[in-house]
């Protein structure tokens, strides 16, 4: 009886895109209206992270968090003072229900029958062709999109402390008395100033001068003003030690200006940051250079290999939806005018 091969079959497209979110989507669209044969490859579960765990939730649960704001302040505009509660377990349905209209909606997309959509997970097998559990599929260019994932950060102590991610505290339904956020990105500012508009004592830990440390100084000094006013405690130069929990309470030791500190609240987020979803795809098998976790493209968002682009998280340029747009519509152009000259990004100017 003759042994049977494991690859079951083979099937041949002139774009593959691995990651359905909306920097993948964006190259998707972009290629098939060239007219390119286009294929899809999403492990699922499929919208991508801005509709699922990024900007649309956030941005669903802090205008919540605004009108409470505003209610508070309802005599500034010469309305009656009104006296409101917040119930963050309804504040999640609706950002639940919001989420789903939205991610049905991009499900819908990638279903077009235009685009063949493979929901499998991805590896690549050589420079020209991936492997989606048995089947065999090979392409004259990819473009991987595969987004990211909270970073894990190695702090002694603090995985015994059972804390929250930006992924996970988008679940959360009690709200907690206090909270520590780790970080002082866009990701820990957006919900730190959320919870402490509903009521949540917040408290801020930066390891940098200031808050949004990437950006202008000014810029990051004018937020930490209007986050006090929030009644936040910023605490900048703050070098996380280590982490435990002293009376029911979760504690945070810090180094802040030379001396230990200790911050203890009843929840924590670990806001330190993503990391690209690059682990199993097989870079070194189609010869994709990585760089201290990131995939290394030029500004055409071509990586190593020059019919292999990398759009979005999972370059680690710059997270922010609009720019991944745009690198994925960059890429998908590019993948399909071969021969013509590249389209390149420029993020200051695109921004």
Request: neutral net charge.
């Amino acid at each position: 009886m003759k042994s049977q091969s494991r690859v079951s079959t083979h099937k041949r497209h002139d774009v593959i895109v691995i990651g359905g979110g909306s920097a993948g989507y964006a190259a998707v669209r972009t290629a098939r209206d060239a007219g390119a044969d286009v294929a899809i490859v999403d492990q699922g579960p499929l919208g991508g992270l801005c509709i699922l765990r990024g900007c649309m939730p956030t941005k669903a649960i802090l205008r919540s968090a605004e009108v409470a704001a505003l209610l508070r302040r309802a005599k500034e505009f010469g309305l009656s003072s009104v006296s409101s509660s917040a119930d963050l377990s309804a504040i999640v349905d609706r950002k639940d229900r919001l989420i789903r209209e939205f991610a049905d909606y991009r499900i819908q997309q990638l279903r077009d029958p235009a685009f063949a959509l493979y929901e499998s997970r991805g590896r690549f097998c050589s420079p020209h062709e991936i492997d989606i559990g048995g089947t065999r599929l090979s392409a004259r260019t990819f473009i991987i999109a595969t987004g990211s994932s909270p970073s894990d950060v190695v702090i002694p102590g603090l995985s015994d402390l059972d804390f929250f991610t930006s992924d996970t505290i988008l679940d959360l339904r009690t709200q907690p008395a206090s909270l520590l956020v780790l970080g002082a990105g866009p990701v820990a500012l957006e919900l730190g100033q959320f919870f402490a508009r509903l009521g949540t004592k917040v408290t801020i830990l930066q390891r940098g001068r200031t808050v949004l440390s990437q950006m202008d100084e000014d810029v990051g000094l004018a937020l930490e003003a209007a986050l006090k006013e929030d009644g936040i405690e910023v605490v900048t130069e703050a070098q996380v030690l280590r982490g435990d929990c002293q009376e029911g309470r979760k504690s945070v030791w810090v180094q802040h200006r030379g001396q230990e500190r200790v911050f203890a609240a009843e929840a924590i987020l670990q806001a330190l940051g993503r990391r690209p979803n690059i682990s199993g795809l097989q870079l070194d098998a189609a010869g994709v250079a990585v760089t201290e976790g990131r995939i290394i493209v030029d500004a055409a968002m071509r990586t190593s290999q020059p019919h292999i682009f990398a759009v979005g998280d999972v370059n680690d340029l710059n997270p922010i939806v609009h720019l991944a747009i745009q690198q994925g519509e960059i890429a998908g152009y590019n993948a399909t005018h071969a021969g013509k000259p590249s389209r390149n990004i420029d993020h200051r100017l695109d921004a």
